[in-house]
């Protein structure tokens, strides 16, 4: 049956999923970089960029690889699909990814601005979805066809979601890092009594993984 | 030279020190006692249970041990001493820990409530400290005699420290555990800008241990 999952959301040690001053020369936000660094050596990343020789196997590896096995639709939030502003019209934009977007299935777009859906090579179609988190669910699922629906982030939208009741599992992974201001993922949720345990805990040298699930 | 140091404090993945509801019969909160799970199984811990026969080697008990390294005198804050409340006089309360508690150096308590020293077998004697932090760590300093004084906790007594500029090195343990309540160690503090980074990451099967240090 088709769940909705976070999968390979990585926040540091004290809590944040993203730097503070998120711009386009750095969408990620401040030391963020070094926040994704289990996935860049990972086979699965290396494969995105075109060279999976550099990529190494092993339960990082294997992480990055689940967060694409039966995944049928995505979510996004609004800033990941685009930077909050920028000096062009939004219709020109059209994602981080270029021509050929790493996601091969349907996207969907939370957003207030209305768009038509944008078409990419690959398999990749964006959708943008304006009223709101249940309804971009509700599509993504329809076009998932029983696989599961993966929600991207960020932080903010995998929050709504939370509260809204609506994640079956989540897959985070806690790199070695110190952020020290951003957008906390956990800040004001009470994950156990939103339903949530831990049922795995993988730690590697770069990170440790964790899957919260729902009971 | 004598260091201010936090060492073998244990926190939640959702970033809680302990969990809700404080008592007498559950002084470290609900849910806490699996929080402490890598530290119950190492030799150390045992070994303060009178049988380190039951007790494993390994990261784990490296990290145990090393948290008695060195040690010259202990700062605990008021819950760590004694509970909230209790149906006895303050002055008949003598810590959780029996005739011998497991210091075996002098132990200041942060508290507002003025009381004699308090010697117990093995070495420890309490120190109540009515004067505030600063005062505490004059006073322990001056007894740890050039061997680092450690702040045995708990989250709002170290956050203080933190605040004050007072802290040189934390040992905290991650564990693979939700408490979505309690006391949040990070919350509202940008330890990168208190001049902190991650110097070590140690995963284990219990937990992800990391050594904050002060630049």
């Keep these: 049956m088709s769940e909705l999952k976070v999968k390979g959301f990585t926040i540091s040690l004290d809590g944040f999923g993203a730097g503070m001053n998120q711009s386009l020369e750095n969408p990620m936000g401040e ?8 996935f860049f050596g ?8 075109g060279d999976e020789s550099k990529g190494v196997a092993g339960p990082d590896e294997d992480f990055a690889a689940r ?12 800033n990941m699909f685009g930077p909050i502003r920028g000096p062009w019209l939004d219709d020109e934009w059209k994602g981080w990814w270029g021509e050929e977007p790493p996601y091969h299935v349907p996207v969907f777009v939370l957003t207030h601005h209305p768009r038509a859906p944008l078409e990419m090579k690959g398999g990749t179609t964006f959708y943008f979805v304006t009223d709101g988190i249940e ?13 599961d629906v993966r929600l991207g982030g960020g932080v903010a939208t995998i929050r709504e979601y ?8 989540m897959h985070l992974a806690i790199s070695p890092v110190l952020l020290g201001s951003g957008e906390s993922l956990f800040a004001g949720l ?18 440790t993984h964790i899957v919260l699930r729902k009971n």
Tied chains: 1, 2.
């Excluded at 967060?67 to 609004?78: E, K, Q, S």
């Excluded at 939370?162 to 599992?169: F, K, T, Y």
């Excluded at 009594?193 to 795995?200: A, K, P, Q, T, W």
């Design 162 to 169: 939370l509260r809204a009741g609506l994640i079956d599992e």
């Design 42 to 49: 990972t086979r699965t990343f290396q494969r995105m960029m």
């Design 190 to 207: 009470d994950l156990p009594s939103l339903g949530f345990r831990c049922i795995e805990h993988v730690p590697t040298e770069s990170a």
């Design 135 to 147: 309804s971009a669910y509700a599509q993504a699922r329809r076009e998932a066809n029983g696989r």
């Design 67 to 78: 967060g694409f096995v039966n995944v049928g639709a995505w979510i996004l939030g609004r």
């Design 31 to 38: 030391r963020a970089q070094t926040l994704h660094q289990w």
